[in-house]
């Protein structure tokens, strides 16, 4: 008995069976959750907006959209303009490198699949991606003092993100470059594009909206006013003399 269990652990161990699990398991999962999400942020925005009625998280998903269209609208500007980048390469049609649904019919649904064919530049995950993690960690920033203020278990949160996020992306443009899905000049680009507009985004929101619009951990806010605009006085307790 203990002859056939060492055997059935050597032989689940064996190169060619761990070979087989990963090509037929782990990587096919793996490109299955990288193609999908763009649209499973939109997607599971929405659903937590519905389920946890939070503000921040409908903004956050209207935010998306925006972002959406505002891809579409890039990509539909340089394909106008008929520049050479915006040309799609080869490798943009294969499985590994589109984004969204691939069954025709949920094709049609995805935000972010049918404008990735039309061109090349910005990428639409990488593009996507860029803004929402952008967006996340510029509306972390703009509640620093709050963090700093309920110590340093909570400002630490911000400077985790941070790590989190870079190697988040790290992780899904070495996999897009190491599928040819865009050059190392267009994943650049398209990262840096999606940053600068995240941040842009939380200024809006921010801007016309409130702070509460952007504040996607629900951290008490610091408030120099009452809801009715009157100062706010802090009455030191008097130490009782004996």
Excluded at 84 to 102: D, E, I, N
């Amino acid at each position: 008995m203990k002859r056939n269990q060492k055997g059935g652990t050597r032989e689940f161990f064996d190169a060619k069976n761990i070979t087989d699990i990963w090509s037929n398991y782990i990587k096919p999962l793996g490109e299955e959750q990288f193609r999908l999400l763009p649209d499973s942020i939109i997607l599971g925005s929405a659903i937590l907006a519905f389920l946890t009625q939070s503000f921040s998280m409908v903004i956050f998903f209207v935010t998306m959209l925006e972002t959406a269209a505002i891809n579409t609208g890039l990509q539909s500007l340089f394909n106008y303009l008929d520049t050479s980048v915006a040309t799609p390469t080869v490798a943009s049609a294969t499985p590994q490198c589109r984004a969204g649904f691939l069954k025709p019919t949920l094709e049609s649904m995805s935000m972010l699949s049918g404008s990735s064919m039309t061109g090349a530049f910005p990428s639409s995950p990488l593009f996507f991606l860029a803004t929402a993690s952008s967006y996340i960690l510029s509306s972390l920033y703009g509640l620093r003092d709050e963090l700093e203020g309920l110590g340093p278990e909570y400002s630490a949160r911000f400077y985790f993100a941070i790590f989190a996020t870079f190697l988040f992306l790290l992780m899904m443009t070495f996999y897009r470059l190491a599928n040819s899905c865009e050059t190392v000049g267009i994943a650049t680009v398209s990262l840096l594009l999606g940053g600068f507009l995240g941040s842009i985004l939380v200024m809006q929101n921010w801007m016309l909206l409130g702070k509460d619009s952007v504040n996607m951990i629900g951290v008490p806010l610091l408030r120099e006013r009452t809801a009715d605009k009157k100062p706010i006085y802090v009455c030191p307790q008097k130490v009782s003399s004996s």
